[in-house]
């Protein structure tokens, strides 16, 4: 037994070391793939036309003004820049006269192909309307993207917006969904503030994801933005530098490619 006890720790030393050295090319090669795409990333300025908002409800000017605030604050980690600076995940819209939904790569459109095949449509939704259907979308997986989903998730029915509706299309805060017949199956709330619209949530039921569902919302709200929303120029879905591998490659398959940011916020 003290033997085999003996071999076993001569045969994992070198495993175990091979392992850590793997694991430091990794960093290596992940951090200066990122420098380089930080040297070579084009620089943008939105401007979120906050003047616009006179005229609509308080609520717009309070949601953009929150918005420009939180973009430009102090990043926690890199006190020099900005907290939506540099690594934005932008898709330009109207940078070819073409259908968002055109666009995108193959993979993308076969993803799109499936759940139209399968009978999936977008809507605009209310989404006081649909909170049975949102929590069950909640509780349909505890851990999303590597992250533990929220408790209250598992514990408390998903609560009533009181969102006031909006009088200009330079200015919203829409929901828009995707359906299977009359349930909803995935999600998302967006802010449209001038120039910009910004994906803030984002959800599917995880027994319908492998359908594409959520490629589907995501291609589905760019058509909708260039069509009903002509301010709009910028499609953004959080940050790129801090997502997983799979992530990144898959935000670069629905345009989503890393930028540097200003933002104006100007009355």
């Known amino acids: 037994m003290k033997f085999l006890t003996a071999l076993m720790s001569v045969i994992a030393t070198p495993l175990s070391a091979f392992n850590r050295e793997s694991l430091f090319l990794d960093h290596v090669r992940r951090a200066s793939d990122t420098a380089r795409q930080i040297t070579r990333m084009p620089f943008i300025s ?31 980690k890199f006190p020099l820049i900005r907290q939506l600076e540099y690594g934005v995940a932008v898709s330009h819209l109207r940078s ?78 829409p929901y828009f969904g995707i359906f299977e017949g009359g349930t909803l199956v995935a999600y998302a709330s967006c802010l449209i503030a001038g120039e910009l619209c910004a994906i803030e949530t984002i959800y599917g039921h995880d027994d319908h994801q492998a359908d594409g569902v959520i490629p589907l919302l995501l291609v589905s709200i760019a058509d909708h933005l260039i069509a009903h929303h002509p301010h709009v120029l910028y499609y953004v879905y959080d940050t790129y530098f801090g997502a997983s591998d799979t992530m990144r490659r898959f935000k670069r398959k629905f345009l989503f490619h890393p930028h540097r940011v200003t933002w104006r916020c100007v009355d």
């Not at 979120?48 to 990043?75: C, E, I």
């Not at 259908?99 to 006081?128: C, P, Q």
């Open 46 to 76: 939105i401007d979120l036309m906050v003047s616009d908002t006179v005229g609509n409800h308080p609520f717009y000017r309070h949601v953009t003004r929150r918005f420009h605030q939180d973009a430009t604050r102090r990043h926690g």
């Open 96 to 173: 070819v006269p073409q259908a968002y939904s055109e666009r995108v790569g193959s993979t993308a459109r076969r993803n799109l192909k499936k759940a139209a095949r399968l009978g999936y449509r977008f809507e605009r939704i209310d989404y006081n309307q649909h909170l049975d259907d949102i929590t069950a979308i909640h509780r349909s997986s505890k851990v999303r993207q590597g992250r533990a989903m929220p408790s209250h998730f598992f514990t408390e029915r998903a609560p009533a917006i009181s969102d006031p509706p909006s009088t200009k299309p330079t200015h919203d805060y």
